[in-house]
T-cell receptor, first 115, second 113 residues
Framework: DGGITQSPKYLFRKEGQNVTLSCEQN?????MYWYRQDPGQGLRLIYYSQIVNDFQKGDIAEGYSVSREKKESFPLTVTSAQKNPTAFYLCASSPRGGAPNTEAFFGQGTRLTVV | AQTVTQSQPEMSVQEAETVTLSCTYDTSESDYYLFWYKQPPSRQMILVIR??????QNATENRFSVNFQKAAKSFSLKISDSQLGDAAMYFCAYTGTASKLTFGTGTRLQVTL
């Protein structure tokens, strides 16, 4: 089945450690996104990519990094510079980059907890 | 920069009644899409309805319809014959030529018996 897969579903990290969240899609979509959602809050854009080997900062990029070496993959690294990383992270993809899209498809999310 | 505003943090509706969720947006673009997404307790994001900016006709999907007022930059969602399963967070979203997908802060909808 085509879709977008995030792993792991739950992730625990010690303070001071970097951690990478995985996002893979087999929809042949050009654009991919990472969002952060805090309890009772909306989705805030961290990074997005319109095409392979290119990405742009979103509204809250500080303390995060991404790569887009393959069309189907858009991993997010939460670095030790992120002061409050405990949150729910959502990855999404949409068909076209550089143009309005008809729909974004979302993964199931990763719940990151710093212990 | 595009912004999306949802001014109703919470709404409540009785089962079988109708409720309208508000959304306004700000953009200088002429080509864009607007969406309403539903997020139930499972936290899976589900597309409810979408509207293309160049289409004057309001989109409808079964019990869900929108009131798209392009000049006013308003995009409200009407849910008719509300059901218990409609209880969720609802997010309004915008995407334009940069493919950046921007969400509002959401409206929590409660459905009561």
């Amino acid at each position: 089945d085509g879709g977008i897969t995030q792993s792991p579903k739950y992730l625990f990290r010690k303070e001071g450690q970097n951690v990478t969240l995985s996002c893979e899609q087999n929809l042949n979509h050009d654009a991919m996104y990472w969002y952060r959602q805090d309890p009772g809050q909306g989705l805030r854009l961290i990074y997005y990519s319109q095409i392979v080997n290119d990405f742009q900062k979103g509204d809250i990029a500080e303390g995060y990094s991404v790569s887009r070496e393959k069309k189907e993959s858009f991993p997010l690294t939460v670095t030790s510079a992120q002061k409050n990383p405990t949150a729910f992270y959502l990855c999404a993809s949409s068909p076209r980059g550089g143009a309005p899209n008809t729909e974004a498809f979302f993964g199931q999310g990763t719940r990151l907890t710093v212990v | 920069a595009q912004t999306v505003t949802q001014s109703q943090p919470e709404m409540s509706v009785q089962e079988a009644e109708t409720v309208t969720l508000s959304c306004t947006y700000d953009t200088s673009e002429s080509d864009y899409y607007l969406f309403w997404y539903k997020q139930p307790p499972s936290r899976q994001m589900i597309l409810v309805i979408r509207q293309e900016a160049y289409k004057q006709q309001n989109a409808t999907e079964n019990r869900f319809s929108v009131n798209f007022q392009k000049a006013a930059k308003s995009f409200s969602l009407k849910i008719s014959d509300s059901q218990l399963g409609d209880a969720a967070m609802y997010f309004c979203a915008y995407t334009g030529t940069a493919s950046k997908l921007t969400f509002g802060t959401g409206t929590r909808l409660q459905v009561t018996l």
